[in-house]
């Protein structure tokens, strides 16, 4: 979806549709969609149980609103409509990933973990999902997904700020897996990436001291 001025831009259009035929559920969706996105609840909630009032059937509008209850802490109330958007649609796979992040909530890791593959297995060009996947197993068993995090987030002009963070979870696998070389470079990269107050900084100046690497910032 779109960003900032041009999210609330998208919310009047759609606002005016509505208002001129309200008996689209196609508008309500992508008003709730948008309202999802804006991080206005009331508005997505509205939109979003009106679009399935019109159209029961409308996969979009239960993963919609799935998104929306997990943010709200109604988890099983979000898996409910995450599971019945991928029955009417399987290919919302974006769908899966929100569901893995509910699990994640409920501290179910075996679900959790089968969410994010069937979510990456659907689209394997979604290096965040490979992160988060790469960061529950953690430093035993996330060392690939994390590594194909990193490598595919490098290759975009525009990086997304967890990449920082992905970083540290990979040089702590790399540590892990003893790849002594490779964790020094990701802690580096992190160091200077990431933010000044993050709670694992003081984490990656140790293992970097460890290894006899004295960190100065770039």
């Known amino acids: 979806m779109l ?5 609330a831009e998208a919310l009047r259009y759609l606002t005016r549709a509505i208002e001129i035929d309200p008996n689209r559920a196609e508008y309500h969706l992508y008003r709730g ?3 999802n996105d804006a991080g206005q609840p009331a508005i997505a909630r509205d939109s ?3 679009a ?5 059937q409308l996969a979009d509008a239960h993963w919609q609103l799935g998104v929306m209850l997990r943010k709200q802490g109604a988890v099983l109330d979000a898996v409910r409509h995450l599971q019945k958007a991928l029955e009417l649609r ?9 569901l893995a992040e509910c699990y994640e909530e409920r501290a179910d890791w075996a679900a959790a973990e089968a969410a994010w593959r069937k979510a990456i297995q659907g689209d394997p060009n979604r290096p965040y999902w490979r992160y988060r996947l790469g960061k529950m197993l953690g430093p035993q068993r996330g060392l690939a997904e994390l590594e194909i995090a990193v490598q595919q ?3 975009k002009a525009v990086r997304e700020p967890w990449l920082s963070g ?10 892990a897996a003893g790849k002594r070389a490779a964790a020094k470079d990701h802690y580096i990269q992190f160091l200077n990436l990431g933010r000044q107050d993050s709670p694992y900084r003081g984490d990656a100046l140790k293992r970097l001291a460890s290894m006899g ?3 100065e910032q770039m």
């Open 3 to 7: 960003r900032g001025a041009n999210l």
């Open 33 to 35: 969609w948008a309202a």
């Open 48 to 50: 979003l149980m009106r």
């Open 52 to 56: 399935l009032a019109l159209d029961r």
């Open 90 to 98: 399987p290919t919302r796979f974006e769908a899966y990933a929100s």
């Open 153 to 155: 987030e490098e290759q």
């Open 166 to 175: 992905a970083y540290f979870e990979l040089a702590e696998a790399e540590f």
């Open 213 to 215: 690497v004295r960190y």
